[in-house]
């Protein structure tokens, strides 16, 4: 155990002791939560000392203002997959300047690059073995690159800071570097980073406890999705563009570095991947953000993924996040990422209160043959009209069935990738948000190679491994490399569903505001909505968010983004 370790260990052993072991399930995960964060100038010296100040870095990311709820929030409703009440996130009409939780991740990214910058400060200064400190380096770029690209992504272009934070008044005044420079830093730190970081957890002084933290491929998978980006629609404007296929042709040759580490694999069980208990020991887990039983360390996906149960993680599951009908169909009938009892809940009791079993309700795929024939004349059934939203047909039906017996049928389709049974409250559920993961580097393997060569063999390689796991036949021969995009494209949003990719697919794809502005069909047999009407409804301005208050008010040389 190292030092950060028998810290953290000292200060939430006696929590340990009281919540019992499953509560405190990976050490590593808490080696990354110290409780708070030293300055490094003035701070380490040692090499444990330095260890603890690049946790400190770690620390950030697990907060309010990050991974507990905003970061993901943002996301979830900005697709056309996943079902989002109108009073959630963003909301039917998109991101605002008013917003309670808009400019959080403006905020907390900026809090990593500092942290990250007074590390890499520091590290000059110091005496420290050399082995170490590369790889302490390594993190402290891995993480710098990371929050510039969330920054990227979400704000657009934004300002540069990667020296040490100097007390002098003048520091919080930045004007925005133009796009180019903000992706040439990122793809520096993580160019930085793959040569830096340990190539596995059994060198440059990591080990099986280091689980957790970024290794040489995690640098790789990134950069593959970072240089994806810098060749999709959002930088078409800029002088990035003109390179476009070179960027295409880096992502395929960043993402063969991942297939080549030797170590890094596809899970089996595709489900194994978000069983909190074992997904920080996955080898196919590149980067994820670390949560703990501890209060305030946890993301609240449990809450809202989950339908009304208060089985599935603490404080119960509000049923508010599913998986919309029409992007369940897109599924072949044999995908394993959607099968009932498996990846999706099958059953689940509706309940008022933790001591009240409720009535049963049941998936539609999943309702008893008994019952199936006392329902099969219903018009529609289990589909009812939702709230305010006249494109989304979510909800239930109760059905009598004599001698005080009813079934409700529900068409809602909850994933089970976030269950935590364990956890005591909504923020101590200790499943990880997966930042990164091998799947997803094959798919961008697949797409890259597909944009530089065709559907080559090599193409065709990468997207069946990943089809493969989900029980599916290899992908069609023969295909155009315009269907060969599209099915990559759809792979993507399968393997990925609910895991907070699909707006920044969508926008480096170009098709985000077509998307999120189409006309939606009505259900079979429906009077209702009528698809001439029917509306999601996105602004051009929206494809970026908008600048925190704080930030334009403290820093004079910045302005809001257009449209806000």
């Not at 920054?151 to 180019?180: H, I, K, M, N």
């Not at 890094?264 to 069980?269: A, K, R």
């Not at 909504?426 to 091998?438: A, D, E």
């Not at 269907?483 to 697919?505: C, G, I, S």
Request: charged share 20%.
């Amino acid at each position: 155990m190292n030092q950060a370790q028998r810290i953290v260990t000292r200060l939430i052993g006696p929590l340990c002791l009281a919540a019992g072991v499953a509560a405190c399930h990976d050490l590593v995960n808490l080696a990354e939560q110290p409780q708070t964060f030293v300055d490094p100038a003035s701070y380490f010296k040692t090499g444990a000392q330095a260890i603890d100040a690049v946790n400190g870095i770690y620390n950030a990311l697990m907060t309010w203002d990050d991974w507990i709820d905003p970061a993901w929030q943002e996301l979830t409703c900005e697709g056309p997959d996943i079902y989002c009440p109108s009073w959630w996130a963003f909301g039917y009409r998109g991101a605002s300047a008013g917003t309670w939780f808009a400019g959080r991740t403006w905020s907390a990214n900026y809090l990593v690059i500092r942290r990250a910058n007074d590390v890499l400060g520091q590290l000059d200064k110091v005496s420290l073995d050399p082995a170490l400190e590369e790889r302490l380096r390594g993190e402290a770029h891995f993480l710098r690159g990371y929050a510039y690209f969330e920054l990227a992504r979400r704000y657009g272009a934004v300002p540069l800071r990667v020296e040490p934070y100097v007390s002098d008044g003048t520091y919080g005044d930045a004007p925005r570097a133009p796009f180019e420079a903000v992706y040439a830093t990122i793809v520096n730190d993580l160019k930085a980073a793959a040569q830096e970081l340990p190539a596995d957890f059994a060198s440059k002084t990591y080990s099986s406890a280091d689980r957790g933290r970024p290794t040489a491929p995690s640098a790789w998978g990134l950069l593959s999705k970072v240089y994806l980006t810098m060749a999709g629609a959002e930088l078409a404007g800029t002088p990035l563009a003109a390179a476009k296929q070179q960027y295409n042709d880096s992502a395929r040759v960043a993402a063969q570095h991942v297939t080549q580490s030797g170590w890094v694999t596809l899970e089996t069980d595709y489900m194994r991947l978000f069983d909190w208990q074992q997904q920080v020991n996955s080898n196919e887990v590149l980067f994820q953000i670390g949560a703990t039983h501890q209060e305030n360390t946890g993301p609240e996906l449990v809450t809202f993924f989950n339908p009304p149960d208060y089985s599935t993680g603490g404080g119960g599951g509000a049923g508010f996040l599913s998986m919309r009908r029409v992007f369940y169909e897109t599924f072949e009938p044999a995908d394993r990422r959607i099968a009932p009892g498996y990846a999706v809940f099958a059953a689940w009791k509706r309940s008022g209160s933790a001591s009240d079993p409720g009535t049963p309700t049941w998936y539609e795929g999943s309702v008893p043959d008994s019952i199936k024939t006392q329902i099969a004349t219903a018009t529609q059934v289990g589909w009812a009209w939702m709230g305010d939203n006249a494109c989304d047909t979510v909800g239930w039906s109760r059905y009598n069935l004599g001698g005080g017996r009813f079934v409700e049928v529900s068409p809602q389709i909850f994933t089970m990738k976030y269950v935590d049974r364990t956890a005591l409250t909504k923020s101590q559920n200790s499943n990880n948000p997966i930042i990164l993961r091998y799947a997803d580097v094959l798919l961008v393997l697949a797409e890259a190679e597909n944009e530089v060569n065709g559907p080559t063999a090599a193409a065709y390689d990468a997207i069946d491994q990943v089809r493969t796991r989900a029980g599916l036949a290899n992908l069609t021969a023969g295909l155009t490399q315009a269907q060969f995009r599209d099915a990559v494209w759809l792979e993507r949003r399968h393997e990925l569903y609910a895991e907070f990719q699909e707006w920044f697919d969508l926008k480096r794809q170009g098709r985000w505001l077509g998307i999120m502005n189409n006309q939606i069909a009505g259900y079979p047999g429906s009077s209702r909505p009528s698809a001439s009407i029917c509306q999601q409804g996105r602004q051009p301005y929206q494809l970026l968010l908008p600048i925190p208050a704080a930030e334009i008010g403290a820093n004079r040389l910045i302005t809001q983004n257009p449209g806000y």
